[in-house]
């Protein structure tokens, strides 16, 4: 089995100093587009161009919640109880502003050094599986084949890839796929060309539907503590892709379901 973590492979480093409250002279909402924008004006490959996409989560009341996703796919959000909508993107602006800094070291872009020490580290953690071996039907080769053709970019930009194939390992279809004889390189190469989009949500909320149908309460459940890893994560000033993502699929296929039951009711 190919195997992905739920929490990052590369967790970004959580820094207390750099995200406390003040005055730094500095409008970060602006100071963070114009950093993804000299990013792209320096040739970096960006999925969405520059765009940093905010959502703010509806409340009527404070703590107001802010998401804000950047163009290579990684998210982060308000961390802070913040009493205003402004606040809470302000808050969720400066810690992507940080990591995005903090992502240009060096250390976090993917070089032939940088894969040779992650697959060391995947093959020490793989379980069950040949791992002397890198070819291309075992875990550890297609997870060198990702890191190879994402050589030169940093793992921000690599982030939404990375959240693909997090998703297809919770969701069951990794699993499906080899059950299809579908080798993993096959599997790596047709997703490294797609997007997290809504078809790909929208079909993996039919499988949690599909799989409610056959164990009621299951997606209730499910969704209960994807909500709490996600606040969790989220208080904590971590990277929130993969369980954002992960909540927002259950999410919609509890809202699917819940539609389905008004109308045959």
Known sequence: MMVYSEEPIWPIPHIPALYDDGDYGVNVVEALQEFWQMKAARGADLKNGALVIYESIPSTSQPYVCYVT???????????????????????????????????????????????KAVLEARASFKGENTEEDGPDTGIGAFRFMLETNKGRTMLEFQELMTVFQLLHWNGSLKAMRERQCSRQEVVAHYSNRSLDDEMRQQ????????????????????AIAERELETARLAGRELRFPKEKKDILQMAHNQLNVGSNINS
């Open 70 to 116: 950047l163009p290579g796919g990684s998210c982060f959000g308000s961390f802070q109880n913040c009493p205003t909508k402004a606040e809470a993107r302000r808050s969720s602006a400066k810690i992507a502003l940080m990591n995005s800094v903090f992502n240009e070291h060096p250390s976090r872009r993917i070089s032939d050094d940088f894969i040779e």
């Open 204 to 223: 993996m909320a039919l499988d949690w539907i599909e799989r409610e149908n056959e164990n009621p309460g299951l997606l209730s459940r499910e969704l």
